[in-house]
T-cell receptor
Framework: DTAVSQTPKYLVTQMGNDKSIKCEQNLGHDTMYWYKQDSKKFLKIMFSYNNKELIINETVPNRFSPKSPDKAHLNLHINSLELGDSAVYFC???????????FGPGTRLTVL | SQQGEEDPQALSIQEGENATMNCSYK?????LQWYRQNSGRGLVHLILIRSNEREKHSGRLRVTLDTSKKSSSLLITASRAADTASYFC???????????WGAGTKLIIKP
């Protein structure tokens, strides 16, 4: 009964490849997020979706494309992976109007 | 952009002692939250304090907020080895509840 789940947990791939990370939440929340945490532990918002609509789109290369098929899912597709994309990516969800966010366990992406 | 800053960056104390972490920010806020991140895990919400509140308690946690100084502190009393983690503050500035995060304090509790 995991609240926010992500797959895969680890992803090791070569530069130039395309990969996807999936996120699902079973909390009934209407808002989902993708964050990137770098090696210094800085946590940076990338995208946020509310009811399947994009509401936050920070300065992120357009190689990153989020897709929200429904309110419970927010997937992240990354094209032409670069070394600098190596990081831990976290999915989170919340209910709009309530500030607390619930995080997934993270996906550690390593680009070789 | 990073608007929250925690200090210290790292803190190592003996089990049973109290741990205090601070967070400073640069703008007016709606609320401020503290989260914990255990190694290799996602973040877990600990406590939220609204801009019109000055102090809040939850178990062994005590959070204070001084909006005039734009700062908050998180106090963990009677620390335990299981409190070893990174602690992050996050602020919200407007009604869309986008969180702006600090860089975190790494807390190590020595048994």
């Amino acid at each position: 009964d995991t609240a926010v789940s992500q797959t895969p947990k680890y992803l090791v791939t070569q530069m130039g490849n395309d990969k996807s990370i999936k996120c699902e939440q079973n909390l009934g929340h209407d808002t989902m997020y993708w964050y990137k945490q770098d090696s210094k532990k800085f946590l940076k918002i990338m995208f946020s979706y509310n009811n399947k609509e994009l509401i936050i789109n920070e300065t992120v290369p357009n190689r990153f494309s989020p897709k929200s098929p429904d309110k419970a899912h927010l997937n992240l597709h990354i094209n032409s992976l670069e070394l600098g994309d190596s990081a831990v990516y976290f999915c989170a969800s919340s209910q709009m109007g309530l500030a607390e966010q619930f995080f997934g366990p993270g996906t550690r992406l390593t680009v070789l | 952009s990073q608007q929250g800053e925690e200090d210290p960056q790292a803190l190592s104390i003996q089990e049973g002692e109290n741990a205090t972490m601070n967070c400073s920010y640069k703008t007016s806020i709606n609320n401020l939250q503290w989260y914990r991140q255990n190694s290799g895990r996602g973040l877990v919400h600990l406590i939220l304090i609204r801009s019109n509140e000055r102090e809040k308690h939850s178990g062994r946690l005590r959070v204070t907020l001084d909006t005039s100084k734009k700062s908050s502190s998180l106090l963990i009393t009677a620390s335990r080895a299981a409190d070893t983690a990174s602690y992050f503050c996050a602020i919200t500035m407007d009604s869309n509840y986008q969180l702006i995060w600090g860089a975190g304090t790494k807390l190590i509790i020595k048994p």
